[in-house]
């Protein structure tokens, strides 16, 4: 009996082991390997060692997208993950039309990335966007969003938390709802203030909920490249790329696959040394209680 019921468990995980493996463990596996090669005409490769991860420490644009990440992930995730919780805790209220309005926050998340980034690149646009109109109203001269070099990253973000907020609020309904209704009672009862009532037994209560959205969300931003391909004009891209953006670059405009991939293996090292981080510190602030 044990055995047939293991037999049916591994036909069962199968599919999904299958596919795990021909779409993630492989691929993952041939970029490393690649990393570590020269490619030439036509798909030709040659194995050359460590030259790859030799020339990123001398790579000034990879030193550059390096920033622009690290800028991008600093600013999106914790505006995102504040701005979910706010809304969802208004969300999570006896409201007329909350439903309308739960929808409304998760439009951006069920649209296409790129229909989202030409969307907010005419709003962003400096002649004849519409941000830029509305500050012309109040005779505000509007930068030039997406081709100035100096701004162009901080557009990027605010269109990043944007439309992070909707999938993030959904998880952080989906906690609240979870909180025993009890805690709130006792807590009025003693005489505390909303206010005091979220900092002590909402926002700690949430923590797993907060833990889970901080990982998605920092995976995510350390692999941004949708919204910077899209988004910023030429004139700023050079200074703003990221990561993913380079690998982009280097693998598909200059043909340089061997050393993209090296990018790539870079950001996977990068992704999990933060994820580890993240979970051996999780022990200090997240409670499971």
Do not use: C
């Amino acid at each position: 009996m044990k055995r047939t019921d293991m037999l049916w468990a591994y036909a069962m995980i199968a599919p999904t082991l299958l596919g795990l493996v021909v779409f993630y463990i492989w691929p993952l596996l041939q970029t490393i390997y690649l990393s570590f090669t020269k490619w030439g005409a036509f798909g030709k490769y040659k194995w050359i060692g460590l030259q790859n991860y030799e020339k990123l420490f001398s790579d000034v644009q990879l030193l550059t997208a390096l920033k622009n990440t690290l800028i991008y992930t600093v600013l999106s995730v914790p505006f995102s993950i504040a701005f979910s919780i706010l809304a969802a805790v208004l969300l999570n209220q006896k409201i007329k039309g909350v439903s309308f309005y739960r929808t409304l926050y998760f439009l951006p998340v069920v649209t296409m990335a790129a229909a989202v980034a030409m969307v907010w690149r005419w709003l962003f646009n400096a002649d004849f966007g519409l941000i830029n109109y509305f500050l012309g109203l109040f005779s505000i001269q509007g930068p030039r969003w997406i081709t100035d070099p100096s701004i162009a990253l901080y557009a990027v973000v605010i269109v990043a938390i944007w439309s992070s907020v909707g999938y993030n609020m959904v998880i952080f309904l989906a906690g609240l709802q979870g909180i025993p209704r009890m805690y709130y009672e006792a807590a009025e009862l003693d005489g505390a203030s909303r206010l005091r009532q979220f900092f002590t037994i909402t926002l700690p209560l949430l923590t797993p909920s907060i833990f889970f959205v901080s990982i998605t969300s920092l995976i995510g931003a350390f692999q941004v490249f949708d919204l910077i391909y899209m988004m910023v004009g030429n004139s700023a891209l050079e200074k703003t790329q990221t990561i993913a953006y380079l690998f982009y670059k280097y693998a598909f405009v200059t043909g340089e696959g061997g050393y993209a991939a090296a990018i790539a293996v870079l950001l996977l090292a990068i992704i999990l040394l933060v994820t580890v981080v993240q979970v051996k510190m999780q022990k200090r602030w997240v409670h499971y209680d």
